[in-house]
T-cell receptor
Framework: GAGVSQTPSNKVTEKGKYVELRCDPI?????LYWYRQSLGQGPEFLIY????????DSGLPNDRFFAVRPEGSVSTLKIQRTERGDSAVYLC???????????????FGPGTRLTVL | DAKTTQPPSMDCAEGRAANLPCNHS???????VYWYRQIHSQGPQYIIH???NNETNEMASLIITEDRKSSTLILPHATLRDTAVYYC????????????FGQGTELSVKP
């Protein structure tokens, strides 16, 4: 079946602009996760949704970052007043159950490469 | 959360077994060992996970030592397409949903 999809695959923006990154999870998956990956580093957790609600947003770096999942399926990561340091690959993952279940496997999308000039 | 230590890079000849080690000496009793890999310009791909018994699936085998302080991911017949960064992750029930990635091991499979 279809995996996790993310759009756009690449986004180039100018410093100070607003951007939205979209994630379509695997159908039926309850939980959705956002991670950020800088060059040469492993992915870093940003936020996790259980259904429509953000169960853990402890990884969001500051209040310029915000994410929503209004219908419990598609999610949008929103970044205001972008800075050059926000340049990274933004990864989305989904899992069937969520709830912090240890054996609930996360499946990742291909990521959106964000470049802030 | 238990930390993991992996060598930064390894080479393997095509067709040979690739054995990727991971040290997790502070792992606690209810924490699982997960392995993901990330091929260049793609998202991480789940490989396998285990608690204390050895596990095998169509992709790899996971060998966990009896004291659970280390593990080895085995790709039995490595191909060029197995070239990737391999992440060993320890996951417990006190982390919520998050996966905590380290630097991983960059495996290069050479012809």
């Amino acid at each position: 079946g279809a995996g996790v999809s993310q759009t756009p695959s690449n986004k180039v923006t100018e410093k100070g602009k607003y951007v939205e990154l979209r994630c379509d999870p695997i159908s039926g998956h309850t939980a959705l996760y956002w991670y950020r990956q800088s060059l040469g580093q492993g992915p870093e957790f940003l936020i996790y949704f259980q259904g429509t609600g953000a169960a853990d947003d402890s990884g969001l770096p500051n209040d310029r970052f915000f994410a929503v999942r209004p219908e419990g399926s598609v999610s949008t990561l929103k970044i205001q007043r972008t800075e050059r340091g926000d340049s990274a690959v933004y990864l989305c993952a989904s899992s069937l159950v969520g709830g912090g279940a240890i054996t609930d496997t996360q499946y990742f999308g291909p990521g959106t490469r964000l470049t802030v000039l | 959360d238990a930390k993991t230590t992996q060598p930064p890079s390894m080479d393997c000849a095509e067709g040979r077994a690739a054995n990727l080690p991971c040290n997790h000496s502070t792992i606690s009793g209810n924490e699982y060992v997960y392995w993901y890999r990330q091929i260049h310009s793609q998202g991480p791909q789940y490989i396998i996970h285990g608690l204390k018994n050895n596990e095998t699936n169509e992709m790899a085998s996971l060998i966990i030592t009896e004291d659970r302080k280390s593990s080895t991911l085995i790709l039995p017949h490595a191909t060029l397409r197995d070239t990737a960064v391999y992440y060993c992750i320890v996951r417990g029930d006190n982390q919520g949903g998050k996966l905590i990635f380290g630097q991983g091991t960059e495996l290069s499979v050479k012809p």
